[in-house]
């Protein structure tokens, strides 16, 4: 039976509570929310945190609303709940598709968006989606609030910008007009972490492309998206031709690595089969004949 090393355990009341829980424990601590990552990684104490900080009791950080032309979500916003948000539905339906293919209803019902970046896994779904819209992240700690875009977030395999004594507080996310999206995965299994996924964003004016966020994971894309490909499109009539130049773009750019999921050249052809299908899917929805 695997067993975590030993350590405290706190559970934070509000915001405040949970900064100077933060703030008490320093560095060696983590802040724990749906735990479907944290846990298992301390079973098997590949994480050894000091203190483990339960921030699940804070309601004040779960919401789904717009704000200006905005729509931010909280970080202790349920995967189920994003999935059931007909706001989001209207607005980004990349979300709805990205979390119809994220592990299991078990598991939907208990992660959290927030920990899901957080955790900042490189097969991530959510953070391939949050990057193709061009969020940006809202951080909290001890000497106040700060915005950081959701491409830079990821400063590597499990590392994030999120410093100690910090917390992951919201997401925003841009709302314009004339917009589609869209989100594709390959799994070995149903639920699985990606083999690949693409997400794209698109914006028409006419039949030219006015704007553009192409997002991928678990293909060794640097801050899960991609800029070469994006450029590419932007000003360009959304032609089929364009898209596919896209996608293969995309992956020229990948650097993905050979696991048991599979070897490096089948991920760069899926990296990008699958940003022109989310392309496609995303211009579909754009024009409204999807």
């Known amino acids: 039976m695997q067993v975590p090393a030993h350590f405290e355990y706190e559970r934070a009341t509000s915001v405040d509570h949970a900064l100077t829980l933060l703030a008490k424990w320093g560095s060696e601590a983590r802040v724990v929310a749906g735990g479907h990552s944290l846990i298992p990684m301390m079973k098997l104490r590949l994480a050894r945190p000091e203190a483990l900080i339960d921030i699940n009791d804070l309601d004040e950080l779960a919401y789904i609303r717009l704000s200006g032309d905005a729509l931010v979500i909280g970080a202790m916003t349920r995967h189920a709940d994003l999935l059931a948000s007909p706001l989001v539905g209207e607005h980004y339906p990349i979300f709805h598709d990205a979390e119809r293919v994220i ?18 896994d490189p097969s991530e779904d959510l953070s391939a989606a949050f990057a193709a819209v061009d969020a940006a992240a809202v951080i909290r700690g001890p000497d106040g609030v700060r915005t950081v875009p959701a491409r830079e977030f990821h400063v590597g395999p499990y590392e994030t910008v999120v410093g100690p004594g910090e917390l992951l507080i919201e997401l925003s996310v841009p709302v314009k007009p004339g917009g589609g999206s869209a989100y594709e995965k390959v799994e070995r299994r ?51 031709e364009n898209l596919a130049e896209a996608g293969r773009i995309a992956a020229e750019h990948c650097e993905p690595a050979a696991d048991q999921r599979g070897p490096a050249d089948y991920k760069k052809h899926l990296a990008g089969e699958l940003t022109v299908r989310a392309l496609r899917r995303a211009v579909a929805r754009a024009r409204g004949t999807a």
């Open 103 to 120: 592990a299991d209803p078990i598991v939907r019902n208990r992660g959290t968006v927030g920990g899901s970046l957080c955790q900042a």
């Open 190 to 240: 149903v639920g699985d972490w990606a083999v690949a996924a693409a997400g794209a964003a698109i914006w028409l004016t006419g039949d030219t492309v006015s704007d553009v966020g192409i997002g991928l994971t678990a293909v060794g894309a640097e801050h899960f998206h991609a800029p070469e490909a994006e450029a590419f499109l932007r000003g360009s009539p959304a032609t089929d």
